[in-house]
């Protein structure tokens, strides 16, 4: 693993000891680290986009005063990724009994089986070094997830190797009590059953855990984080009420607020390059002004009145989509023989049919609703271009292309035209370079692929404000009369 660096020295009880270790309990050991990160000006939880004024501020509060959480969000909002982020402010390696089930410091022992282990060893007694990478816990709820298989239950193989029924040491324990000493997180909680629930009402509190009619308590030391969809959209469970009290801290999460936001999230988690080992096809090139469609297609689908607004529309939407995008842009590229894939308007389409599933649409149920669905989103698709264009060129002088079409020609364009066949058919434009300039393009590095990308925008443009016309035919889009 990258960025890791090799475990302390210590190998025995005796020697760690010595070195000056002590036991610091998990929820004292990210308070230490994240006011540490606070006092020096660092990101706490570097990736999370977008939360930074909102709801890091109430994580941060969480973790200082030591309260376990849960976050409320539709889907899409990062919850997961914020969860599994939180092992960042963990210490990077910490010390356990060589062969614990629960992670046991050497210095605080908890089991039967460890205090057993140090009487008879001593300061010989092994210690291991776990990274915090191993320290974190995960369980989707679901039906069929029992008290076993979060708690523990008894283990017949170890009743069968001679052990009596009342041996604490005859229990398996579950992914709770494995994750001692780290963090566990329980996605879609509302999902888990109420009596499953309720088994989690002493790790909230009493912080042990009760296994059947075992005399067991062990005093268990992680952070609890769960997240969860709002339940007037599930319907399909709730948090009953004991656990939620139990909870120190409820956070609600929540889309991107900002469009730079939205985009930074979209350069972020999108993979558009896949190693295909081919260099001409192996690193497409998404410009700038799409990402931006892109952003603004999903703003609009989140706020039209045709989607079912209890559903949100997931982040993965538009990452999804751009990444599509950069396919059909790799495809073409093999198809025709292109240098360098670079995605173009003409590549924009491919996006609906392939998202239409990760909307919810309201009031879904006719034999028509497929058609009016995919209508709904081409023309909101539309929209986002425009208001790309709008932002991004509006006041540049485009009469130049224009008057490429005023004795008749046309420009006829498709997901398999080359750049260059694009380019051929369209001559010298006019205002070129200040064109790429809006569209971010630097300055001397400029490709005819990347012409194509933002002539053809340019072109989708002026069609979209009425001062070109366009006829499409399937993949066949003709600019002009």
Known sequence: MSGVTESPAPTTLGELRDSGATHVGVKAELRANLLARLAAGEPTLPGIVGFEDTVLPE???????????????????????LIRTLVGLLDEWTPVLVGSELNEHPLAPVSVWAHRQIAEHGDATPVGWLHRSDR????????????????????????????????PETVHYGLVPRTNRGIFSINELPDLAERIQVALLNVLEERDIQIRGYRV????????????????????????TPLKDRFGAEVRTHYPIELADEIRLLHQEAQTSWGLGDGALDKPLVPEHLVEIMARFTRLVRESSQVDQ?????????????????????????????????????????????????????????DDDGERELEVLEHLLRQATAQTFRARCGGLDLTGLQEHFTSGEVVESGDLVSAPALMGQVGTVPNLAQLLGRLGVPEGEESPEQAAAAVEFALEGLWLTRRLAKDTDGGRTVYGS
């Open 310 to 366: 209890r559903s949100g529309v997931s982040a993965r939407f538009a990452i999804a989509g751009l990444e599509t995008v950069a396919a059909s842009a790799v495809r073409r590229a093999a198809v025709a023989g292109e240098t360098r894939p670079v995605a173009r308007v003409v590549d924009l389409p491919s996006v609906v049919p392939a998202s239409r599933g990760k909307v919810e649409f309201a009031d879904a149920g006719s």
């Open 136 to 167: 974190f816990g995960e369980k989707l709820a679901t039906p069929d997830t029992s008290v076993g298989d979060l708690i523990g239950d008894v283990d017949p193989i170890k009743v069968a190797e001679g052990r009596t029924l009342g041996d």
């Open 217 to 240: 308590r062990l005093p268990l030391d992680l952070l609890l984080v769960a997240s969860a969809n709002p339940e007037d959209y599930t319907n399909r469970g709730r948090i009953i």
């Open 59 to 81: 994580v941060e509060r969480a973790l200082i005063a030591g309260h376990d959480l849960v976050l409320l969000g539709e889907r899409g909002q990062g919850k997961t990724r």
